[in-house]
């Protein structure tokens, strides 16, 4: 199944700099370990906004929230989470 994800990181003022840098040092671990097995195929920054878009392929809800809530920045993140279906008119999709 696959899912378009928005999240939005908003990391406290007031947080230590060396656990800024450690939180996003562990984030980018994480998504390279989960590009690398084909759950999380694309992700863009949105430019301006310390703000990523994301299609994620996984098998259920409950997966994409186990995989998203395992993310070092998950409490710092407001996440959006649309499911996507097929789309009639995709060229792929054509008989
Ligand atoms: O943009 C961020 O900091 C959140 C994030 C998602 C994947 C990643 O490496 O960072």
Do not use: Y
């Not at 920054?45 to 998950?74: K, M, Q, Y």
């Not at 996507?84 to 995709?90: G, I, K, N, T």
Request: proline fraction near 7%.
């Amino acid at each position: 199944m696959l899912f378009h994800v928005r999240m939005d990181v908003s990391l406290p003022h007031d947080l230590d700099h060396n656990r800024r840098a450690e939180l996003i040092a562990a984030e980018k671990d994480r998504a390279l370990e989960l590009q690398k097995l084909g759950v999380w195929p694309h992700l863009w920054r949105v430019v301006g906004h310390h703000s990523t878009i994301c299609v994620f392929d996984v098998p259920s809800n409950d997966e994409l929230h186990a995989l998203l809530s395992s993310l070092p920045l998950w409490e710092f993140m407001r996440v959006e989470v649309t499911p996507l279906a097929q789309h009639p008119s995709d060229l792929a999709a054509q008989p």
